[in-house]
């Protein structure tokens, strides 16, 4: 719906534009959906605006209402610029979070692969009891790397959850 008030908004202020060249010999020509064709003679507008309320313009002059719809576009520029350096924001923060998400599920494989390894040094030890001092150390580096590991995945997910929250953000805006 913005859309075709913004389209509208930009046909009105073409048609206007022509219309101010021409040395206040223009009129205002709408359209109908029905063929039902309305001119308005220059100076007879008081204000043109959207059924819905959103948009107004009003003037003495088609030459006021020219310099209100002016400004307006300008708004209209300042917004664009301003969602296309939102929508940049975001595309960015989604590459961010595939990458982050990509190395979470990397580290969930090294802690699965850690995790079996130290099970098979604890079957080891409880097979032989000659190599016990030995695994257990090793159950000890295994350990502080699924530390570290869940350490760093924590850090990985709460980042991923950061992200998402400044996507989500940049979205509802």
């Given at each position: 719906?913005?859309k075709t008030?913004l389209?509208?908004l930009?046909?009105t202020?073409?048609s206007?534009?022509?219309?101010?060249a021409q040395?206040?010999?223009?009129?205002i020509?709408i359209?109908?959906?029905?063929?039902t064709?309305?001119?308005i003679?220059p100076?007879?507008a008081?204000s043109?605006?959207?059924d819905?309320?959103k948009?107004?313009v009003?003037?003495?002059?088609?030459?006021?209402i020219?310099?209100?719809?002016g400004i307006l576009?300008?708004?209209?520029?300042s917004?664009?610029a301003?969602?296309?350096?939102?929508?940049?924001?975001?595309?960015?923060?989604k590459?961010?979070?595939?990458?982050?998400?990509?190395?979470?599920n990397?580290?969930?494989?090294?802690q699965?692969e850690?995790k079996r390894?130290v099970q098979?040094a604890?079957?080891?030890a409880?097979?032989n009891s000659t190599i016990?001092g030995?695994?257990?150390?090793?159950?000890e580096v295994?350990?502080?790397k699924?530390t570290?590991l869940?350490q760093?995945n924590?850090e990985?997910?709460?980042?991923?959850?950061?992200l998402?929250?400044?996507?989500?953000?940049l979205?509802n805006k």
């Amino acid at each position: 719906m913005k859309k075709t008030i913004l389209m509208s908004l930009f046909a009105t202020l073409l048609s206007v534009f022509t219309a101010s060249a021409q040395s206040n010999t223009y009129s205002i020509i709408i359209k109908m959906q029905n063929g039902t064709v309305f001119t308005i003679g220059p100076n007879e507008a008081d204000s043109i605006y959207f059924d819905d309320g959103k948009l107004t313009v009003s003037g003495k002059s088609i030459e006021a209402i020219e310099e209100r719809v002016g400004i307006l576009e300008s708004a209209v520029s300042s917004v664009m610029a301003i969602a296309t350096k939102n929508s940049n924001d975001i595309n960015e923060n989604k590459k961010d979070i595939l990458s982050l998400s990509g190395q979470t599920n990397k580290l969930e494989k090294e802690q699965v692969e850690v995790k079996r390894d130290v099970q098979n040094a604890l079957d080891i030890a409880n097979s032989n009891s000659t190599i016990i001092g030995q695994i257990q150390q090793i159950i000890e580096v295994f350990d502080s790397k699924i530390t570290f590991l869940e350490q760093d995945n924590k850090e990985l997910k709460a980042k991923i959850e950061t992200l998402e929250k400044i996507v989500s953000d940049l979205q509802n805006k």
